[in-house]
Nanobody, 118 residues
Framework: QVQLVESGGGLVQAGGSLRLSCAASGRISSINVMGWYRQAPGKQRELVARIYSGGSTNYADSVKGRFTISRDNAKNTVYLQMNSLKPEDTAVYYC????????????WGQGTQVTVSS
């Protein structure tokens, strides 16, 4: 099992910045990718960014150039630096960890609220 604990959400004005953290514990060797998803009210959960064990990253087009995903392997922690925030970034952000074994469901954190006021 892997446990994911998120922190860093909050309320910020448009144009501001926040940094989300996701600390993983447990069977870290069983995961090979970690990322952030978000879900706004009335919308489907969507991928924001992810980082693979080899270091490659993917970003949603809507956040490219504004958000940066990174990780600290020594701390088993993934970060999402969010700059130039927009009201449309308002959502619950969930940390996600994908399994090495194909077909197994990913792990999810409990979610952290990010609210961007205009």
């Amino acid at each position: 099992q892997v446990q994911l604990v998120e922190s860093g959400g909050g309320l910020v004005q448009a144009g501001g910045s926040l940094r989300l953290s996701c600390a993983a514990s447990g069977r870290i060797s069983s995961i090979n990718v970690m990322g952030w998803y978000r879900q706004a009210p009335g919308k489907q959960r969507e991928l924001v960014a992810r980082i693979y064990s080899g270091g490659s990253t993917n970003y949603a087009d809507s956040v490219k150039g504004r958000f940066t995903i990174s990780r600290d392997n020594a701390k088993n922690t993934v970060y999402l630096q969010m700059n130039s925030l927009k009201p449309e970034d308002t959502a619950v952000y969930y940390c996600n960890a994908g399994r090495v074994v194909p077909g197994l469901p990913p792990y999810w954190g409990q979610g952290t609220q990010v609210t961007v006021s205009s």
